[in-house]
């Protein structure tokens, strides 16, 4: 880390004090900004993907985002403990092998593998743990059986268990939907809400019998497979514990996925929170419309990284702030890749100026991850003539550029 060195002046100082003070966090759960006083241990859970098809933009942006968190918090001095699960049986993966006519698992085993490759690719630091869903289902069991006994959920005859909204605290108070809302983001999501005999049409599913082709563990009220929401509640909780210190993932899960996490979460530990805070990242879009695979309008991330250096897709990302959603373009694209080769290029210009740039652009990131700001203070070291502070700076953003 550059700039520890108490003996080179005020800039070094001024980065010192920052080194210590918390980092500034927007937290979901409470729609504010708050410090984020950590322990020498940070807890991180992100969600992972689903792998029945190649990683677009949308994925790497989130991954990315929390690659800048970690960064930070590990230059603080923390040791960060990063899970990002793979669900590797729900039912995208289920139908996708059937139509492909390839075992879910090889399907879902050799897509994680090609998703994580391109992210190493793109230099994103690994996740210390990756658990498959299918792995943890020894522990969603009980978790299901623990639901039933505290009477917030029912189990029926086929073999469904519904959470039961109504008997859990506070439904809806994390999303802060109204039900209409609520209802119409259920069903657009995958949700079942005219499945017969749930008593309330936002009860979500913590078991399902399985189809004869479909994977399926014995439990005592029925064969089956778990809920989605179940199965990162299991793997979060199996790796960090029943208090994580963050949870993090796309805006598009915070209804109903992580609702349901801290629901079930909650009501089965007894105890508040399961996650301190709840970090969401902003949707890409593709001419304006929210890149996804049911639309096809996908940018693939593999492509971007034949095409260009991965620090201008990073340049590219990070250029927005991880709570906006923005559109991807081919000539902001273009930009990126013009504005990393300046950075490359520049001269290496006033040694002195590396420690004051490094603390600027940490400063922006400790305030709720600024990298906006953070790539406008490298820009500006470039066109002072300062490259050798600027790519300083750019590493702690996780640019591959040396120093
Ligand atoms: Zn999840």
Avoid at 124 to 140: C, H, K, Q, S, Y
Avoid at 320 to 347: F, I, L, P, Q
């Amino acid at each position: 880390m550059q700039g520890r060195d108490a003996t080179l002046g005020p800039a070094n100082d001024a980065f010192a004090r920052q080194d210590h003070a918390p980092m500034q966090l927007f937290d979901t759960r409470t729609s504010t900004t708050a410090p984020f006083v950590a322990g020498a241990t940070v807890r991180l859970y992100v969600c992972g993907i689903t792998p029945y098809d190649s990683a677009h933009l949308g994925h790497a942006f989130v991954y990315t985002v929390f690659d800048v968190l970690i960064r930070r918090l590990e230059a603080k001095g923390h040791k960060v403990v990063y899970v990002r699960n793979v669900t590797d049986v729900d039912d995208d993966i289920l139908r996708t092998s059937r139509e492909r006519g390839v075992d879910y698992q090889v399907l879902s085993r050799s897509e994680a593998a090609a998703f994580h490759a391109n992210l190493t690719r793109l230099g994103l630091r690994p996740p210390d743990v990756i658990p498959f869903a299918t792995e943890a289902v020894p522990a969603m069991i009980p978790m299901v059986s623990g639901l039933l006994e505290r009477g917030v959920a029912y189990a029926l005859a086929d073999g469904r268990v519904y959470a039961d909204v109504d008997a859990m605290d506070d439904y809806l108070a994390f999303s802060g939907l109204d039900r209409d809302e609520a209802l119409r983001q259920f069903t657009e999501k995958g949700g079942d809400p005219d499945a017969e005999g749930k008593r309330n049409k936002l009860d979500f599913l913590l078991w399902q019998p399985s189809l004869p082709d479909e994977p399926s563990w014995a439990t005592p009220w029925g064969a089956g497979r778990p809920g989605w929401h179940l199965e990162c509640s299991a793997m979060a909780m199996e790796h960090l514990g029943s208090t994580i210190d963050i949870h993090g993932g796309g805006n598009d899960l915070i209804f109903p996925h992580h609702e349901a996490e801290i629901l079930q979460s909650e009501a089965l530990t007894g105890q508040g929170p399961f996650a301190r805070v709840w970090m969401h990242v902003g949707m890409v879009a593709l001419e304006d419309v929210k890149m996804s695979k049911s639309l096809g309008n996908l940018v693939f991330l593999g492509d971007l990284l034949d095409r260009y250096d991965p620090d201008a897709v990073r340049r590219l990302m990070l250029s927005n702030h991880y709570r906006s959603g923005w559109t991807y373009t081919e000539a902001d694209m273009e930009s990126a890749a013009t504005a990393v080769k300046g950075w490359h290029g520049a001269a290496d210009g006033d040694p002195l100026a590396v420690d004051g740039v490094v603390a600027a652009v940490a400063a922006a990131v400790d305030d709720d991850l600024d990298t906006p700001r953070a790539i406008r203070l490298i820009d500006d070291a470039v066109s002072a003539g300062n490259g050798m502070a600027a790519r300083a700076a750019a590493t702690q953003l996780g640019f591959f550029l040396g120093v």
